[in-house]
């Protein structure tokens, strides 16, 4: 959290990162705050105490904001992945077809995407009946770790979440990879050793949380929920380690 403000504080403060690709990052940065103020203070109070206990409103509540924030995670990629494109691809054009005024507008679309969807899945939730003194083989709660625990009939709302995710996961997934094509291109035809270097470290930072986010998230949501170790090492992959 320290690290996450105080890249917050430099962007805000140092004129010279008031710069579109540093507005991206920040709100990234935001976005990594909201997880872990969703998931890691109730996972250090679980390792810490013997009463392992979660109310099903602040269950609800965490479901909200670690699926909100992933989702405004997987828009905003794919908006920096454009970013990256034109910066290398057309560095000449960057000035005006990425500007202060014009990033604004992604950027409050896929806060807002991110909200829409979270509200499409979890409403249908909140009306479900859950079973008394159940537990949740998991870190935190999440949607599917809930419809085990559901008294009531949950097959509408795995169509749901099963829909949604993966009309917005793969929409998202595409428009963030499909710009690196043209990249590694244009990065294979600079001829300086330097130059490839420089432009590769500008997006090779991107692209690892890129492939780790996406590579956990899909494991863990599209596989069949087994309560495998593996879920619980990649829903921590996502929500800790890429922050």
């Given at each position: 959290?320290?690290g ?9 403060t140092?004129?010279r ?17 909201c997880f872990f103020l969703?998931?890691?203070p ?14 099903v ?5 965490q479901?909200f904001f670690?699926f909100?924030?992933?989702g405004?995670?997987?828009?905003l990629?794919?908006?920096m992945a ?12 960057y000035?005006q077809?990425?500007t202060?005024?014009l990033?604004n507008g ?6 807002g ?7 499409i899945n979890i409403?249908?939730?909140?009306s479900?009946?859950f079973?008394?003194?159940q537990?949740?083989p998991?870190y935190?709660?999440e949607?599917?770790s809930?419809?085990l625990?559901s008294c009531?009939d ?8 099963l ?13 963030t990879?499909f710009?690196?094509t043209?990249?590694?291109?244009t990065?294979l035809?600079?001829?300086s050793?330097s130059?490839r270097?420089k ?6 930072s991107h692209?690892?949380?890129v492939?780790?986010?996406y590579?956990s ?6 596989t ?12 921590v ?7």
């Amino acid at each position: 959290m320290l690290g996450i403000l105080t890249l917050l504080l430099v962007i805000r403060t140092d004129s010279r990162l008031h710069t579109p690709m540093y507005f991206f990052l920040s709100h990234l940065s935001s976005l990594d705050l909201c997880f872990f103020l969703a998931t890691v203070p109730k996972l250090l109070e679980n390792l810490l105490s013997q009463g392992k206990t979660i109310s099903v409103q602040g269950c609800l509540a965490q479901v909200f904001f670690v699926f909100d924030s992933g989702g405004n995670e997987a828009c905003l990629l794919s908006v920096m992945a454009y970013d990256r494109y034109v910066a290398i691809c057309h560095p000449l054009l960057y000035g005006q077809k990425i500007t202060n005024k014009l990033c604004n507008g992604p950027v409050w679309r896929s806060w807002g995407l991110g909200f829409l969807d979270t509200f499409i899945n979890i409403l249908p939730v909140m009306s479900s009946d859950f079973c008394k003194d159940q537990s949740i083989p998991h870190y935190s709660c999440e949607l599917p770790s809930l419809f085990l625990l559901s008294c009531s009939d949950v097959s509408t709302n795995f169509t749901i979440l099963l829909c949604s995710s993966l009309l917005q996961g793969l929409e998202t997934c595409v428009l963030t990879l499909f710009p690196y094509t043209p990249i590694f291109s244009t990065i294979l035809s600079i001829s300086s050793s330097s130059g490839r270097s420089k432009a590769f470290s500008t997006c090779s930072s991107h692209l690892t949380a890129v492939l780790l986010f996406y590579g956990s998230v899909f494991l863990h949501y599209y596989t069949p929920t087994s309560g495998s170790p593996l879920e619980l090492v990649f829903s921590v992959q996502y929500s800790v380690v890429i922050p």
